[in-house]
């Protein structure tokens, strides 16, 4: 207790310190919007909540680690954990998703559930349980008299991310496949009918996400840090975002994920770093307790 | 509300008979596996409390570890601080000679230690549930995902309770047949659930958590208290998951915060799994799952050692993809007659024969 209260000290006594906490939130905050978007992809397009998004994170993340181990500057992981991961998500749509599309959203969130409990564990077998960094070797600017520190490689993780977003838009609006996306999320019948084979276009939407999953993963192990098992909160962020932010609203989308990013910041420096996972789920129960709660007034609840 | 296959009076009682004797006898005729059945005992209360809520009254929860955890965590302090400093103890690591229980006071602390998991797990099962169950389908089951993950983490960055090193339950006195005590107090929690679900399931009440999972609008419309009958049906469960909360920490002698007590993706996932592998909604389901998934679980740690839980994500997605129905619903399917439906001569086309509830 009295550490929190002298953490929220600090704060107004060297406000500089907020200026590094909103900048850290807003710079991780752009991939956690990417992966977010990927999963309301999935979720608007085959109505399905894929709990192995934060595994195709961390398999995306081991991408670049292994480019980074092999003396390749990891920038260069990013489009191949993109084509990697697009395979893979390809390929368990067609061993495994295909199946429960059209199922029970219970059955498909627990069979994504156990594909990734088996992905975890195949990390954890092939790469070993440690924390892993893929180390671009940039460097960090000073800004404000050597009190705020911006590190090159969160930057161009954030470029990357936003270039990725632009250039995502651009597809789903224009290019025919996203197109056929579009069409097939507002009525799948409708699109059969119209001569779209969406089996295809949902296997093209689950490889897509995984893509966009795989890519988000290869920006974190640059930037950040990547184990098997940290997976699942990457998941429950970008539902939350989701949530927030609604089905195929990418402008609200970005603002989400910065502002769960600066929030996590801020939770992380005022409660310690071993509570911030515990503050992202919690902040989830809140988040859906609040929407439920608003909805209740209306007579009506989250379904 | 029969659930099992019809029998008559006296083959039920002798039923029920042979399976209380083979269960007496279980640790005397396979003690090298006492262990591995004491923890099925315990896994037979996980699933048949989660499908109380999750296939009677469709709310498929991910976080009934929770109250697992609490129920672990509020018996092994109890139990630690009805003698000594609890702080103290956790700055030990449990380690020591100074932390001493004879038998009166292990037992006394254990009596009280079940009753304080089973009260405190039912408590935050009021105060989670009146939070979430407003929530349906699957945002409910994101919930309390995410009530699970949390509860461990709080747990491990809790100081008192030992944070991220653990707790160690009371250390029992060496006058004690440890293993053999837990065998028969997880298998008689274990029979003390089945028996009240089955009472629960026979009255209005069971009827009422029915129609949620039929249809919660017309049930509400009806005037059923929707909210309330929820809340106390989880309550009913957790109040069950929190005596073997504490039995299952005391049995594994370690509380690790996430790995044992708070355990999202394990046994929350496992139970689940058992109840669906059963079959979900019925009463001896998960009591079957458990038990099959108990093999399965055991051969897979056995045999497949480091790619354990690959196997067990496969198995996951097996179930989930091509059985989702279980055990004993295939069976109904395959043999209405069993199950004391009468099958007509003409079937409806488009209608499942044998696909009414009992």
């Not at chain 2, 601080?81 to 956790?90: D, I, K, Q, R």
Request: aromatic share 12%; charged share 10%.
């Amino acid at each position: 207790m009295s550490s929190i209260l002298s953490n929220l000290q600090i704060l107004t006594i060297a406000p500089v310190f907020n200026v590094q906490l909103v900048l850290d939130g807003l710079l991780i905050g752009a991939v956690f919007a990417l992966a977010a978007y990927g999963m309301a992809l999935v979720w608007g397009v085959m109505n399905i909540i894929n709990i192995t998004q934060g595994e195709f994170v961390v398999l995306g993340g081991y991408v670049a680690v292994l480019f980074a181990d092999r003396g390749i500057h990891p920038l260069f992981a990013v489009p191949v954990a993109a084509a990697f991961l697009f395979a893979v998500g390809w390929g368990f749509y067609r061993a495994v998703i295909f199946r429960v599309v059209d199922k029970d959203l219970f059955i498909s969130l627990l069979a994504t559930f156990g594909i990734s409990i088996l992905l975890q564990q195949l990390m954890n077998t092939i790469f070993g349980s440690d924390v892993r960094v893929a180390n671009a070797h940039l460097e960090s600017w000073q800004a404000l008299g050597r009190m705020v520190t911006v590190s090159q490689v969160k930057v161009l993780s954030f470029i990357v991310c936003v270039a990725l977003g632009i250039g995502l838009m651009w597809f789903l609006k224009s290019s025919r496949l996203g197109q056929a996306i579009r069409a097939t999320a507002q009525n799948a019948r409708a699109a059969r009918v119209l001569g779209i084979d969406t089996d295809r276009v949902y296997a093209m939407t689950y490889g897509l996400n995984a893509a966009i999953c795989g890519t988000a993963g290869a920006l974190i192990a640059m930037a950040y840090t990547i184990h098997p098992y940290i997976g699942l909160p990457y998941t429950i962020r970008s539902f939350m975002i989701v949530i927030v932010a609604g089905l195929g609203n990418l402008g609200a989308v970005i603002l989400s994920g910065i502002g769960l990013g600066v929030a996590e910041n801020y939770a992380g420096f005022i409660l310690g770093a071993q509570f911030q996972l515990a503050f992202v789920f919690l902040l989830l129960v809140a988040v859906l307790v609040a929407r439920n709660w608003r909805l209740q007034r209306q007579r009506r609840y989250l379904k | 509300m029969s659930m099992g296959p019809t029998m008559t009076g006296g083959t039920r009682i002798a039923v029920w008979g042979a399976a209380l004797a083979a269960g007496l006898a279980a640790p005397l005729l396979f003690p090298s596996y006492a262990l591995q059945i004491t923890e099925l005992w315990v896994f037979i209360v996980f699933a048949l409390t989660w499908d109380l809520t999750g296939g009677q009254m469709g709310y498929n929860s991910f976080g009934n570890v929770v109250f697992v955890g609490v129920g672990m965590y509020a018996c092994a302090v109890t139990q630690v601080g009805l003698f000594y400093s609890v702080g103290e103890y956790t700055a030990a690591r449990g380690g020591g000679t100074s932390f001493i229980w004879d038998m009166p006071q292990y037992m006394g602390g254990l009596g009280l230690g079940l009753v304080a998991g089973a009260v405190l797990a039912a408590v935050a099962a009021l105060a989670l549930g009146s939070l979430v169950l407003g929530m349906r389908g699957h945002y409910f089951a994101i919930a309390t995902l995410g009530l699970g993950v949390a509860a461990g983490e709080l747990a491990a960055g809790w100081e008192w309770i030992g944070a991220g090193a653990g707790f160690s339950p009371a250390s029992p006195p060496d006058n004690l047949d440890v293993n053999r005590f837990y065998y028969y107090l997880a298998m008689a929690l274990a029979v003390a659930t089945f028996l009240a679900i089955r009472w629960i399931l026979s009255t209005r009440f069971g009827l009422a958590i029915n129609a949620i999972r039929d249809d919660e609008d017309k049930a509400e419309a009806m005037g059923l208290p929707t909210t309330r009958i929820k809340v106390t049906a989880w309550m009913f469960g957790a109040l069950f998951l929190g005596v073997a909360g504490a039995i299952y920490g005391n049995m594994k002698r370690f509380i690790d915060p996430t790995d044992v007590a708070f355990a999202g993706s394990t046994i929350g996932v496992w139970m689940v799994l058992m109840a669906i592998l059963g079959g979900k909604g019925t009463l001896w389901g998960p009591v079957i799952g458990a038990v099959v998934f108990q093999v399965f679980k055991e051969v897979f740690w056995t045999f497949l050692l480091g790619w354990q839980r690959v196997a067990l994500g496969l198995l996951i997605v097996l179930i989930v993809v091509f059985f989702p129905q279980g055990i004993l619903g295939f069976m109904r399917e395959r043999f209405p007659a069993l199950f004391g439906h009468t099958v007509e001569p003409v079937v409806v086309a488009g209608e499942e024969p044998g696909g009414a509830r009992t």
